[in-house]
């Protein structure tokens, strides 16, 4: 009988440990999972932050070649 009640008090605790180790488990699914969307957010706003770079870039470059060919217009007027 005390090797039943042994057995059982065994089984108690490793259904216990199981427990815990299963609710550890979903904790740190769920702190992977925030933070993988944190991850993906941080990744779309550095998406959009390249992309308006890019564009500002492209403006600045044509700015620059309008200043370029005005400067040689005015160097031709000067040279005349």
Known sequence: MEAVHV???NIF???D???KMTEESAKT????MLLAE???DAF?????????SFEDVK??????????????ELQEMVEQ
């Open 29 to 32: 699914a769920e702190e992977g």
């Open 44 to 52: 779309h706003n550095l998406a959009a932050s390249i992309g308006k």
């Open 59 to 72: 403006e600045i470059s044509s700015n620059v070649k309008k200043q370029a060919e005005a400067i040689l």
């Open 17 to 19: 440990s199981t427990v």
């Open 38 to 40: 944190s991850t993906g």
């Open 7 to 9: 057995l059982i008090t």
């Open 13 to 15: 605790q490793a259904s």
